[in-house]
């Protein structure tokens, strides 16, 4: 269950860096 967090968090970093680089 841990692991499933910690993928669910790495999704939302990896989906806010995508939005950071495209709007800069």
Request: net charge positive; aromatic share 24%.
């Amino acid at each position: 269950m841990q692991k499933r967090c910690y993928y669910f968090r790495d999704k939302i970093l990896w989906e806010a860096r995508f939005l950071i680089t495209l709007t800069y």
